[in-house]
């Protein structure tokens, strides 16, 4: 069974500019969560969505946002980039996202903000 | 405030030994722990988890031991090998009123140097 993918792998932008990433969960999985990975903060939650449903939301500005489609696929954005939002960005997967249900991670989309 | 915490920043073993690694909570919802591998600039890898109701959970070489009165997970590797070596996270997530849906509360992680 494949594991979860996530495109682009890595990515470039300067300030000001906005971005999407992708994520595809593994087959079967409809949940779908984000996180953000700093030197600084570590390994932070972003969002959780479930069949197109976002359910949770971690501590970040609005700038942040994300969608899911029925596929159970899933988008994160970012607009109006900052130098402080460079970081590794990482979607994991579950079947439905209860607190017992093991969530698998994508590889990540390195994003450099210039 | 960071409810899961990993106190020792680096651990090194020498191949063959044990690797204990070890991680606190204060958050009392929290009923299921996890550990993950991870290398650079990729995403973390699942290891094994516990639920709170077990004190013991056992894979291959892998063991994680959970002491709820005292909020406190380990993580030991029998026998330790150099391929080991990676930055270790344990996380944990808890059920309150469906707000934890999805969310993995990490630690800052442990760097395991596994020598040969």
């Known amino acids: ?114 | 405030d960071q409810q899961v915490k990993q106190n020792s920043p680096s651990l090194s073993v020498q191949e063959g030994r044990i690797s204990i690694l070890n991680c606190d909570y204060t958050n009392s919802m929290f009923d299921y722990f996890l550990w993950y591998k991870k290398y650079p600039a990729e995403g973390p890898t699942f290891l094994i988890s516990i639920s709170s109701i077990k004190d013991k959970n056992e894979d291959g070489r892998f063991t994680v031991f959970l002491n709820k009165s005292a909020k406190h997970l380990s993580l030991h590797i029998v026998p330790s090998q150099p391929g080991d070596s990676a930055v270790y996270f344990c996380a944990a997530s808890g059920y309150a009123g469906g707000t934890s849906y999805g969310k993995l509360t990490f630690g800052q992680g442990t760097i395991l140097t596994v020598h040969p």
């Open chain 1, 1 to 114: 069974k494949a594991g979860v993918t996530q495109t682009p792998r890595y990515l470039i932008k300067t300030r000001g500019q906005q971005v999407t990433l992708s994520c595809s969960p593994i087959s079967g999985h409809r949940s779908v969560s984000w996180y953000q990975q700093t030197p600084g903060q570590g390994l932070q939650f972003l969002f959780e969505y479930f069949s197109e449903t976002q359910r949770n939301k971690g501590n970040f500005p609005g700038r942040f946002s994300g969608r899911q489609f029925s596929n159970s696929r899933s988008e994160m954005n970012v607009s109006t980039l900052e130098l402080g939002d460079s970081a590794l960005y990482l979607c994991a997967s579950s079947f439905v996202g209860p607190s017992t249900d093991t969530q698998y991670f994508g590889p990540g989309t390195r994003l450099t903000v210039l």
